[in-house]
Antibody, heavy 118, light 110 residues
Framework: QVQLIQSGAEVRKPGASVKVSCKVSGSSVTEASLHWVRQAPGKGLEWMGF????????VYAHEFQGRLTVTEDTSTDTAYMELTTLRSEDTALYFC???????????WGQGTLVTVSS | QSVLTQPPSTSGTPGQRVSISCSGSRSNVGTNTVYWYQQLPGTAPKLLIY???RRPSGVPDRFSASKSGTSVSLAISGLRSEDEADYYCVTWDDSLNGYVFGTGTTVTVL
């Protein structure tokens, strides 16, 4: 059974960076594209970007261009999402999600809470 | 601000039918497949509808979807207390070159 296991909660000050990991258990990180989605407290879902293992390319939502880096370590089957120059509005629950069977994000991690506060 | 607009909330009594709209444009809803998710507080979203109204294994047929032009709708028939949750539409946007989620709709079972 494939699972996505994310790293624990993080607290950062404004201006700092955060790196969240997402380990693919029971399969390979190259099996399918791995996406990142976030949800601020009391707000809706927001797609951030993804890494396409077929061509090694990354695609980022416009609002994260220049601040977001998505990478993968195939030796450990782990994906990473790094967000820089953090601001209070980046406080959110960050999810990794894979497209396995149903053409859209059908396998999700448990979420990682990132809190940005001075 | 999302390019897919949903009503903030809707409600119904047990057994009733409720519908949630998701309005977009030609570059997203008008061209690409729209998917629907259900989300309970503090948990990851659960896929309800994919590929032209199909349901993943385990999703009851009380959930159905339809499309008309640049709008889609999710219908929940025979409303049950466990349907009380937030619902989101999502699709690819050709102009933005990325996925876009709807603004989300909270369903309350009275």
């Amino acid at each position: 059974q494939v699972q996505l296991i994310q790293s624990g909660a993080e607290v950062r000050k404004p201006g700092a960076s955060v790196k969240v990991s997402c380990k693919v258990s029971g399969s390979s990180v190259t099996e399918a594209s791995l996406h990142w989605v976030r949800q601020a407290p009391g707000k809706g879902l927001e797609w951030m970007g993804f890494f396409d293992p077929e061509d090694g390319q990354t695609v980022y939502a416009h609002e994260f261009q220049g601040r977001l880096t998505v990478t993968e370590d195939t030796s450990t089957d782990t994906a990473y999402m790094e967000l820089t120059t953090l601001r209070s509005e980046d406080t959110a629950l960050y999810f990794c999600a894979m497209i396995i069977q149903y053409e859209i994000f059908d396998l999700w991690g448990q979420g990682t809470l990132v809190t940005v506060s001075s | 601000q999302s390019v897919l607009t949903q009503p903030p909330s809707t409600s119904g009594t047990p057994g009733q039918r409720v519908s949630i709209s998701c309005s977009g444009s030609r570059s997203n809803v008008g061209t690409n497949t729209v998917y629907w998710y259900q989300q309970l507080p503090g948990t990851a979203p659960k896929l309800l509808i994919y590929g032209n109204g199909r349901r993943p294994s385990g999703v009851p047929d009380r959930f159905s979807a339809s499309k008309s032009g640049t709008s889609v709708s999710l219908a929940i028939s025979g409303l049950r207390s466990e349907d009380e949750a937030d619902y989101y539409c999502v699709t690819w946007d050709d102009s933005l070159n990325g996925y876009v989620f709807g603004t989300g709709t909270t369903v309350t079972v009275l």
